[in-house]
């Protein structure tokens, strides 16, 4: 088990709406990205100009072009998480960072992380694209509390949109950028716990979805989204059979890739539409930040009896679900 002492988040200001992506003259509009994804907004550290203007012709650019590096963003919902857990920065102990879309290629982005916030710790990047955050969780969770300091800041920061070509209306209406911060705990109680840590892959399918050489994100749309589907399903049902009858709430929290093939998940497993918690429609697919940052979104919310299934999916193809226990009061 691992303790969950405070959840953090930050998303960049600009916003690309359905009518900037209808304006860029691509071949999409409203109501053609509602029907298939369900996402109304995305936020995004580029210029909205810079868009405009390239399309992303040149994904090197949009390094130079970004608002915001992966470790600004970062700092910002590490600060965020930290107050919530009352804790401060020197009692953090170590930096747990992932990111489908890094600044550098090395060295970690946890010491990109820990210089912004200006500590001195040991600093490590665990990444298995958009599973980062449940697969991070598995491990620290199966680690020996005397291995570890007592407190880790896991971070995860995305820029998917200097992946994205402006181009092809299939990639530009799905995805957002933005960060993500958990502080936890090998030893230190919480009213928060995670349980039931898996994570898995198959890596037979790795070329399915990812982002090659030229910068650009690419997938086999139909083929992801089945697996999407499926995996997400079956990893909630065994959720659902192990700890629904003891929930006061069984919330569940997917991998925001689209609000229809989460609403999919959510019709076959019988979840309660207000326990199905999501920010898609507002946020777009932000990679390995997207469920961690639903859950702080939610932060405020959580109560004792709450039973959170994270189930999330990702490239690789890769798969992680855990359980969050509230067992306490704030």
């Not at 936890?184 to 198959?202: E, H, L």
Request: charged share 20%; hydrophobic share 40%.
């Amino acid at each position: 088990m691992l303790y969950l002492h405070g959840m953090g988040h930050f998303n960049p200001e600009n916003i690309i709406s359905n009518k900037f992506l209808e304006d860029l003259d691509i071949g999409t509009s409203n109501d053609w990205i509602m029907e298939r994804v369900g996402i109304e907004n995305r936020r995004t550290v580029l210029p909205l100009d810079y868009i405009k203007a390239t399309k992303n012709s040149d994904p090197r650019a949009a390094f130079a072009a970004r608002l915001y590096k992966n470790a600004q963003m970062a700092a910002r919902a590490a600060k965020l998480a930290l107050q919530r857990a009352a804790l401060k920065l020197e009692d953090i102990g170590m930096v747990v960072a992932g990111s489908s879309t890094p600044d550098n290629v090395t060295p970690a982005e946890a010491s990109a992380i820990a210089a912004e916030l200006g500590i001195e710790v040991p600093c490590l990047d665990m990444n298995s694209a958009c599973s980062s955050f449940g697969m991070q969780i598995n491990f620290l969770s199966r680690m020996q509390p005397e291995t570890l300091p007592d407190y880790i800041l896991v971070i995860d920061s995305e820029t998917l949109t200097k992946c994205v070509d402006y181009t092809n209306r299939s990639t530009a209406v799905l995805f957002g950028d933005g960060s993500a911060a958990a502080i936890v705990s090998t030893k230190i109680p919480s009213r928060a716990v995670f349980t039931d840590c898996i994570f898995d892959s198959r890596p037979s399918a790795w070329e399915k979805v990812g982002i090659g050489y030229n910068w650009y994100f690419n997938q086999d749309g139909n083929a992801v989204q089945g697996f999407a589907i499926r995996q997400t399903t079956e990893s909630l049902k065994v959720l659902q059979k192990k700890y629904a009858a003891e929930a006061g709430r069984f919330i569940f929290i997917g991998h925001q890739a689209n609000l229809m093939m989460l609403k999919n998940v959510s019709e076959r497993t019988g979840i309660d539409p207000g326990h199905h918690w999501y920010n898609v429609d507002q946020f777009g697919n932000t990679g390995c930040c997207s469920a961690p940052t639903v859950l702080s979104r939610h932060w405020d919310e959580l109560r004792r009896g709450d039973r959170i299934a994270m189930v999330i999916v990702g490239a690789g193809l890769s798969w992680t679900h855990t359980m969050l226990k509230v067992e306490g009061d704030k």
